[in-house]
């Protein structure tokens, strides 16, 4: 193989992690006061659709005065 066909897997194998933890990336930004179980929740659960929609859903949305 040519170093193009390693350099092309490894910006694909990049691309799809930072895809696959964007609501982790976006939970410790905002600094979520529940980061760490999204984190677990993208990283455990993030393999299916179901699973990665939810921890992205929950990484955006606002959080009561109470909690922060």
Not at 13 to 23: E, N, Q, T, V
Not at 33 to 41: E, N, Q, S, T
């Amino acid at each position: 193989m040519q170093i193009w066909t390693y350099v092309l897997i490894a910006l694909f194998a990049f691309s799809a992690l930072f895809i696959y933890l964007i609501p982790t990336v976006i939970a410790f930004k905002n600094r979520h006061p529940k980061r760490l179980w999204i984190a677990l929740v993208d990283v455990v659960l993030g393999v299916t659709i179901f699973g990665w929609i939810a921890a992205l859903l929950w990484a955006t949305a606002k959080t009561p005065l109470a909690e922060k």
